[in-house]
C-alpha cells in the first residue's frame, strides 16, 4: 500500500523568489520511484521531476530540485527563482511498477 | 517521446447516452493504461487500470458496468461511460507508464445534461 501526504492546499510565492512544496510518503514496496507533477490551468500533468528511491542523490531539474530523505520518507520540491508560469497545482507522487498514488496536492500561485 | 493522445478533450452529452474516450500512446506501446477522474482543485482518483488483452481493475467503488474500459491493442485504450448521468460529469485523464516514468493524456472534460 502507499500513501502521500501534502498537507499544504495552498502556497504563494512572489517572482524570482524560492519556494519550497513540502511531501511525505509511505509505501511497502523495496524499489520505487518519487515524482512531481505540475497541472497548470490547461490542466495537462506536466512532470517536473523524479528521483529513483536507491539514489541517494537529490534530483535536480534546471530550476527544480528535490529534498529526499528517505528515512523520514519526506520528498520536498525546491523551485528557485519562480516564475509567473509555475503557478498550478503541484502533486506529489509515488509508484513502482504499478500504479501511481498521489497526494491531495497544493496550488501554488505566483504573484507578480 | 511518450506521448498519449486523449480524444476528445471536451464533450457534452445528453442523460442517458453513452461517451467513449480512447487514449492512444503515439510512439511507444503501452502494455498498461491507467483511468483517472478529477473534480475541480482535487487529486487523481484513480478508476482503473486498463491492461493490454486483458480485462481491466477496477479500484473498490468504480462500477465496472457504468465505466467500461477496452485496451485492445498495445497502442489504444478507451473508456466508455454507459448511460451516463450528471453526476458523472468530471474531468477524465489517462496515463501510461514510459520509460522514464508516467505519460497523461491531455483529458477529457465530460459535461452531461
Known amino acids: 500500500a502507499q500513501t502521500v501526504t501534502q498537507s499544504q492546499p495552498e502556497m504563494s510565492v512572489q517572482e524570482a523568489e524560492t519556494v519550497t512544496l513540502s511531501c511525505t510518503y509511505d509505501?511497502?514496496?523495496?524499489?520505487?520511484?518519487l515524482f512531481w507533477y505540475k497541472q497548470p490551468p490547461s490542466r495537462q500533468m506536466i512532470l517536473v521531476i523524479r528521483?529513483?528511491?536507491?539514489?541517494?542523490q537529490n534530483a535536480t531539474e534546471n530550476r527544480f530540485s528535490v529534498n529526499f530523505q528517505k528515512a523520514a520518507k519526506s520528498f520536498s520540491l525546491k523551485i528557485s527563482d519562480s516564475q509567473l508560469g509555475d503557478t498550478a497545482m503541484y502533486f506529489c507522487?509515488?509508484?513502482?511498477?504499478?500504479?501511481?498514488?498521489f497526494g491531495k496536492g497544493i496550488t501554488l500561485s505566483v504573484r507578480p | 517521446g511518450a506521448v498519449v493522445s486523449q480524444h476528445p478533450s471536451r464533450v457534452i452529452c445528453k442523460s442517458g447516452t453513452s461517451v467513449k474516450i480512447e487514449c492512444r500512446s503515439l510512439?511507444?506501446?503501452?502494455?498498461?493504461m491507467f483511468w483517472y477522474r478529477q473534480f475541480p482543485k482535487q487529486s487523481l482518483m484513480l478508476m482503473a487500470t486498463s491492461n493490454e488483452g486483458s480485462k481491466a481493475t477496477y479500484e473498490q467503488g468504480v462500477e465496472k458496468d457504468k465505466f467500461l474500459i477496452n485496451h485492445a491493442s498495445l497502442t489504444l485504450s478507451t473508456l466508455t461511460v454507459t448511460s451516463a448521468h450528471p453526476e458523472d460529469s468530471s474531468f477524465y485523464i489517462c496515463s501510461a507508464r514510459a520509460a522514464y516514468g508516467y505519460t497523461f493524456g491531455s483529458g477529457t472534460r465530460l459535461t452531461v445534461v
Open positions: 509505501t511497502s514496496e523495496s524499489n520505487y520511484y
Open positions: 510512439d511507444f506501446q503501452a502494455t498498461t
Open positions: 507522487s509515488t509508484g513502482a511498477n504499478s500504479k501511481l498514488t
Open positions: 528521483q529513483e528511491a536507491y539514489k541517494q
